[in-house]
């Protein structure tokens, strides 16, 4: 009779070890992104006959990242068991289904749910921002009752990843004016917007609360405050975020070999040997010919690093500015690889600069042949004809654009002033200031060519004299 109650102890006390070492040790593997792991000890726990609870699901389920049969079989046994009703455990589900954007099943989740958190509401936004829903996803954050910096987080890097930068900007200002303080993504991802709109100012600000606040300068926000200054003209003040980042990677190097070549020091790019891609783009702006084809040849023989179709169209465009377009043509011709629309394209500008109209329209054949024909390729050939009078081909192509209904996208700038982002479009005359605008430009216009005049005038009399 004692054995017996003793043994039952002993399997009670077992089952209770197992209840909560095992989704114990599974939140450790998942905290460490050790996701197969964390699965392999759920499976583990069920094939000695434990029964998961509502807390080793919150857990399974975030290890769960890709699609795979896990996943629904753990939904299914969440229903066959009841935890579906617990919050951790449908927000876990949600998180699930969103991650895998399956965003029907994740919303038909969020509807049932009728103890909607903040978590909640957040995992269902960052489905729809994965997805590319980004207005289903701000009309969801303008009905969240509550919101937090994770929240505002997500929705400003969805703006940043739709490219709708000017967005994620002012919705980060908003966010200032709730007093909530944003977080390392809400951070990254302002800096990026301030990247792509060359928006100064409000980087400065963000990189003085980063410092203020005494946030870690990691490899992520590091990049991004390097690429932000690189990109507003400010390359001092990137190389120096660059030398003061503890711990490189390959991208924070990226971005400063880039900016670096962007602004006219090519030398010192090329002196910081570690991205093939930039420091060939630093040879194709200073006209090193030789040095880049030298490289190019070392990258699979000495680095063992098999040149990609980025790197054949940073070579393609060094022999092309060098108006070596025979060679360029020879190299397209030979890749191991389908040509891009970045390597025809920069064959296509090649032949424009150097008035190659036959190899021209090779090559847009040859883009057209891929679909990759828009907008910008038809009207630079047409011009490239037009520029060695042959307007019946001017025509052809003009007549071809209208029948493909092809439409070039209209230019875009600009420019901040007092903190204010303005942005204009070519062929935009909706701005309200349009006249003042127009008068301004119309008098740098004139300014430039007085002195151009005067400088002409000048160089004259010095060849006179």
């Not at 980087?203 to 606040?213: L, P, Q």
């Not at 081909?393 to 493909?404: F, I, L, Q, S, T």
Request: net charge negative.
């Amino acid at each position: 009779m004692s054995d017996n109650v003793s043994n039952q102890a002993d399997a009670l006390s077992s089952h209770r070890l197992s209840q909560s070492f095992g989704p114990f040790c599974g939140r450790i593997f998942v905290e460490k992104n050790e996701n197969a792991t964390a699965l392999s000890l759920y499976k583990n726990m069920l094939q000695t006959g434990f029964l998961p609870n509502n807390y080793t699901f919150s857990f399974v389920l975030r290890a769960c990242t890709d699609k795979s049969p896990v996943g629904l079989a753990s939904h299914a046994q969440v229903i066959k068991l009841g935890w579906e009703s617990y919050d951790f455990v449908l927000n876990g589900l949600i998180h699930l289904y969103a991650n895998w954007s399956s965003m029907e099943a994740a919303r038909k989740l969020f509807d049932v749910s009728t103890c909607r958190d903040v978590i909640t509401w957040t995992a269902l936004i960052n489905g729809y921002v994965k997805s590319g829903q980004v207005e289903f996803a701000r009309e969801l954050f303008d009905q969240m009752p509550e919101r937090n910096e994770v929240s505002w987080s997500a929705m400003i890097t969805g703006y940043v990843h739709m490219g709708m930068f000017k967005e994620a900007l002012e919705l980060f200002n908003d966010m200032q004016l709730t007093g909530l303080r944003p977080n390392h993504a809400g951070i990254v991802g302002a800096l990026t917007a301030c990247s792509y709109l060359g928006s100064l100012d409000h980087g400065r600000w963000i990189h003085a609360y980063v410092d203020r606040n005494g946030m870690e300068l990691d490899r992520v926000l590091g990049t991004t405050l390097v690429d932000m200054y690189a990109k507003c003209g400010c390359i001092e003040i990137a190389c120096s975020v660059f030398e003061k980042m503890p711990d490189k990677d390959v991208f924070a190097f990226t971005s400063l070999i880039s900016g670096l070549a962007n602004h006219g020091q090519s030398a010192d790019a090329i002196q910081l040997f570690v991205t093939f891609i930039c420091v060939l783009s630093a040879c194709s702006r200073m006209g090193l010919v030789d040095e880049g084809l030298r490289i190019f040849n070392c990258m699979s023989v000495v680095y063992g690093i098999e040149p990609g179709v980025q790197h054949y169209g940073c070579m393609v465009d060094l022999l092309g500015r060098a108006g070596l377009l025979e060679e360029a043509k020879r190299l397209v011709r030979e890749m191991p690889m389908e040509p891009d629309s970045y390597v025809l394209g920069a064959l296509l500008n090649s032949c424009r600069v150097h008035g190659d109209v036959e190899v021209g329209k090779e090559t847009v054949e040859s883009l057209v042949e891929r679909g990759l024909d828009h907008g910008g390729v038809h009207v630079l050939l047409s011009n490239m004809d037009a520029s060695s009078n042959q307007w019946d081909w001017v025509v052809k192509v003009r007549k071809e654009m209208g029948a493909k209904k092809v439409r070039k996208v209209p230019g875009c700038s600009s420019i901040e002033i007092d903190g204010s982002v303005s942005e204009f479009i070519a062929g935009d005359m909706s701005y309200l200031r349009v006249e003042d605008v127009m008068l301004v430009l119309l008098g740098i216009d004139n300014h430039l060519k007085c002195l151009f005049l005067a400088d002409d005038n000048t160089n004259s009399n010095m060849i006179a004299y």
